[in-house]
C-alpha cells in the first residue's frame, strides 16, 4: 500500500529576511523517528560532518536552537534544536536511517528542491556578474582616458593596470592569474565572481575620479595614484572582516555570454524601425 509523501512544506518556516528553515524537531517525526532524538541527533551530527566535507558551512546551514517542551506532569522544559536550511534538511535525509521509508521521500524532495534553488541561485549571480563585467568595461575605458590625460603612454597602460592590481592584490594580473588557477589567456575580469568585481570596479571608478579631480600629471604620478587607490580598497576590504581579494575563488568565464549579449545589443540598434510609415494619402490625412 503507498503512503502519502510527508509535507514538508507545512513546517517549513521563513526568517525575517525572508529566508526559508526547518526546526529539527519538527522535522524528526516526518522522517520516521518519531520522538527519539537522541538517534536523530546522530543523524544531523554525520549531516554536519557532510555538510564540512562538501566545503559548506556548518554555523550556515546548522543553527543552533532551543525550544519548550511540554512536561508530563505539567510545566515546561527547553530541549536542544536546529533550525536547519534546505541544504541541511537534504544531508540529514542523506544521512538517516536508510530502512525508513520516510527517509527515502525526504531524500527526494530536498534533492529536487535544493537543485532547483541552486540553479536560481547560479542564475542569480551570473545576471550579476554580466551586469558588473559591463560597468567595469566602461569604467576602465574611462580610467585609461584619464590616465592617457595624465600623460601615461598607451604603450605603458600595462603597468600603470598592474600598479591598480599591486595595491589591492599585492600581485600582478599576471600574478593574480596564476594564483587563481585561471588560464593565461584568458582576462582575469571574465573569470572572477560578482563581489571581486565589485571591488575592481570601486577601485577603477575612485582612481579615475581622483586623477581628473586632483589633476594629476605624470606617468609615475598616475601609477602611484593607481596604487595607493588599490591599496586603500585593500584595507577597505581588511576592516570589514572581508576575504582578501587574491584568496577569493575564481569563476567560470562569462565572455561567452558576455559577447552573446553585446551581440544582441548591437543587432537590436541595427533594426529598422517596426513602426509603418504613413504612405502619401495617410500624409494628407494627416494635415
Request: net charge positive; hydrophobic share 30%; charged share 30%.
Amino acid at each position: 500500500m503507498s503512503t502519502q509523501a510527508p509535507d514538508f512544506d507545512s513546517i517549513k518556516q521563513v526568517n525575517v529576511y525572508g529566508v526559508e528553515y526547518w526546526s529539527a524537531r519538527d522535522l524528526m517525526p516526518l522522517l520516521g523517528y518519531g520522538k527519539k532524538w537522541q538517534n536523530f541527533d546522530s543523524a544531523i551530527k554525520r549531516a554536519m560532518t557532510a555538510c564540512e566535507e562538501s566545503g559548506n558551512s556548518i554555523i550556515q546551514h546548522f543553527t543552533s536552537a532551543s525550544k519548550s517542551s511540554h512536561m508530563p506532569h505539567g510545566g515546561e522544559r527547553e530541549v536542544k534544536d536546529y533550525y536547519l536550511s534546505r541544504l541541511a534538511c537534504y544531508l540529514v535525509a542523506q544521512n538517516g536511517d536508510p530502512r525508513k521509508p520516510e527517509i527515502a521521500a525526504a531524500q527526494l524532495y530536498f534533492a529536487v528542491r535544493t537543485r532547483s534553488s541552486e540553479m536560481h541561485q547560479i542564475y542569480e549571480e551570473q545576471q550579476q556578474r554580466l551586469q558588473l563585467r559591463e560597468q567595469v568595461a566602461e569604467g576602465n575605458k574611462k580610467l585609461a582616458n584619464a590616465a592617457y590625460q595624465a600623460g601615461v603612454q598607451s604603450k605603458n597602460f600595462g603597468r600603470f593596470n598592474d600598479a591598480g592590481y599591486l595595491g589591492m592584490y599585492t600581485l600582478t594580473s599576471q600574478e593574480i592569474k596564476e594564483h587563481k588557477g585561471i588560464p593565461a589567456k584568458d582576462e582575469l575580469l571574465d573569470n572572477i565572481g560578482s563581489e571581486e568585481l565589485a571591488a575592481n570596479y570601486f577601485r577603477i571608478t575612485q582612481t579615475e575620479g581622483k586623477l581628473r579631480r586632483e589633476e594629476i600629471i605624470g606617468e609615475e604620478s598616475a601609477n602611484q595614484t593607481h596604487y595607493d587607490v588599490g591599496r586603500i580598497v585593500r584595507k577597505a576590504i581588511e576592516q570589514v572582516g572581508g576575504q582578501m581579494p587574491e584568496d577569493l575563488p575564481s569563476a567560470p568565464s562569462i565572455k561567452k555570454l558576455l559577447n552573446e549579449k553585446r551581440r544582441e545589443k548591437r543587432k537590436r540598434l541595427k533594426e529598422p524601425s517596426q513602426a509603418k510609415k504613413p504612405d502619401v494619402t495617410e500624409q494628407r490625412q494627416l494635415f
